[in-house]
């Protein structure tokens, strides 16, 4: 019996289970990739899938942080 693991040679997914979709941006709000880049991901090549990675950081300026409090009332 082996120790050896067997993995895929694939770039993985960037989902962290957080699917909420941010209404205005419309993107994930866990992994930040649009509904279209994750229902291709399976049929992404590798090559694509760390193009995307490396983009997604990017994104998340795009998400507004909702401030609580008095100050959420005066935005």
Do not use: F, Y
Request: aromatic residues 2%; positive net charge.
């Amino acid at each position: 019996m082996s120790d050896d693991i067997w993995q895929r040679d694939e770039v993985e997914s960037p989902c962290i289970k957080v699917c909420i979709v941010h209404p205005a941006e419309r993107i994930c709000t866990g992994c930040l990739r649009t509904i279209d880049e994750i229902g291709a991901w399976s049929r992404m090549s590798n090559e694509a899938r760390t193009a995307l990675l490396e983009e997604l950081p990017s994104r998340s300026a795009r998400l507004k942080v909702r401030r609580g409090g008095r100050k959420a009332r005066l935005v």
